[in-house]
């Protein structure tokens, strides 16, 4: 119980940062804690509450169809010894979700609530190690209501910013 009560947490915290998305877009600006629209970024914090240093590291793009516009971003948060990756959107309700880097084998999930799927350990899985060593994922969102939606991420970049996390968080 106390381990999905941490997820939840890490969720919502996750959640409430990238809400503020769609209203960058509209801006055509990105808010300064997410740095530019395709780049990666890491950012820790101090938990006021706890005193404990949270980190994730963050992409994300700008999707705008012609019907409708918004957001979707990849991040990855440490979760005690391992860490989870995230697959945020607020393009609708998320049934499932794959990824896959290059031309390899892709990691699906039917880990999804409402936003987001989740792709539980990531130092564990082969997937850090293709996000080293590779060069664009190619995401995918199924939705609740049908219809899915692909978009590429870069990798240039990826390796130092998760390192610079992974320092920060020592």
């Not at 999905?4 to 509209?26: C, D, E, I, R, Y």
């Not at 979707?72 to 880097?101: E, K, W």
């Amino acid at each position: 119980m106390m381990r999905w009560t941490a997820f939840f947490a890490v969720f919502v915290a996750l959640l409430a940062g990238v809400v503020s998305l769609p209203a960058a877009a509209a801006d055509a600006k990105s808010p300064p804690d997410f740095g530019a629209e395709g780049v990666w970024t890491s950012s820790c914090d101090i938990d006021r509450m706890t005193d404990l240093k949270t980190c994730r590291l963050l992409i994300y793009r700008v999707v705008d169809d012609g019907q409708s516009s918004g957001y979707i971003a990849l991040s990855v948060i440490p979760t005690g010894n391992d860490y989870h990756l995230f697959l945020t959107t607020n393009q609708g309700l998320v049934q499932n979700c794959a990824l896959r880097v290059d031309r390899q084998p892709r990691a699906e999930t039917q880990i999804a609530t409402v936003a987001m799927c989740m792709f539980p350990n990531f130092v564990g899985s082969r997937l850090l190690d293709q996000f080293k060593n590779g060069q664009t994922i190619l995401a995918r969102l199924a939705f609740v209501r049908g219809g899915r939606r692909d978009i590429d991420f870069t990798l240039n970049g990826f390796s130092r910013a998760f390192d610079d996390m992974v320092r920060s968080l020592q």
